[in-house]
Structure formats: C-alpha cells, structure tokens
C-alpha cells in the first residue's frame, strides 16, 4: 500500500459469490475501496470483538442512509496494509476491473464485479449481509438494501481504460 493512499469506502459484512456455473457458497469479508484500488478482504487480522460492534453499527447506518461510501472507525490504512500481507485478500487496480454494475433485487442490492487477476477471468457477486445462519455453515439469511450508484461511480470515475 503506498502512503499517501487512503481508504475512501470500507463495507464490512460483505458476503462474495462466484457468479461461475456451478458454483456454491460464499464468502463473508470486507470491501475496502482506496484511493487505487478496490480490496476484497476474507482473512483481516481485526478483532472479533470490534467485528461485531461494526457490523451492527453498519445494520444501523444503513437503515437510516443507503449510502455505501462509508469509513468505520478502528480500521485504517496501516490495518489495511498488514491484511494485504495475507495472498488470499484480493486486491484489485481499477484497470483491472473489467466490469463493474449493481442492480437492486427484490432480497437487496448486489454489486456485480467482473476482472481478470493473474490471467484468471473472475465474475462475483456482493451483498451486505443483516442477518446470518451459523448451523451447519455461515451464510446470509437477510441482505440490505443499499445504494451502490457512487461506489461505483467512484471506481469507474478512475479508470484509465473501460472496456
């Protein structure tokens, strides 16, 4: 990360599925929007305690304001910087991104996400999850209705090359 960027969006509570055929699950994570780069983090060194405190606060902000260009406190750039250690968080430049577009849905909203990352085409689908199943595994059971429009615009506003 260098040091001047800073985050501008961090969702949390992000639940990720692959949009391939045949595939199942997903996965629960933050979306991390930068001043270069959109970071998809499943493995953070953050606290379980502060996890969940963010998570409700968010439930709450969302409920009183759709807007998704959000800043929870107690996760910054240095934060940022030392869960982007872990290879398995995705980390993304804007060029990267082939497509980007959300559509609302009758059980929330989804932003749908389609880029190429090591010569590996990627389609996925994000919600924010409110509520959660945790028997037999982890999965969404209700979604927010949020308003993707200037995460988006965001990220296509700094796009050298669209596609």
């Known amino acids: 990360m260098q040091s001047e960027e800073k985050i501008q969006a961090h969702l949390v509570s992000v639940w990720r599925e692959s949009k391939k055929f ?5 996965r629960e994570g933050m979306l991390v929007l930068t001043d270069n780069y959109l970071t998809f983090i499943h493995k953070t060194e953050s606290k379980m305690k502060w996890w969940q405190a963010i998570t409700q606060r968010q439930v709450i902000n969302f409920l009183k304001s759709k807007n998704t260009m959000i800043h929870h406190d107690g996760y910054g750039e240095k934060d940022l910087s ?3 250690e872990n290879s398995k968080n995705v980390r993304l430049k804007f060029d990267e991104i082939d497509k980007i577009s959300f559509e609302e849905k009758d059980w929330g ?3 749908f996400l389609e880029y190429e990352k090591d010569g590996k085409k990627e389609n996925f689908q994000y919600a924010i999850a409110q509520d959660w199943v945790r028997y037999p595994m982890k999965e969404p059971t209700k979604f927010l209705k949020v308003d993707w429009a200037p995460f ?12």
């Open 22 to 26: 045949f595939s199942v699950g997903g």
């Open 152 to 163: 988006v615009q965001y990220v296509k506003e700094r796009q050298k090359f669209t596609k």
């Open 82 to 84: 030392n869960d982007l």
């Open 109 to 111: 909203s989804a932003l």
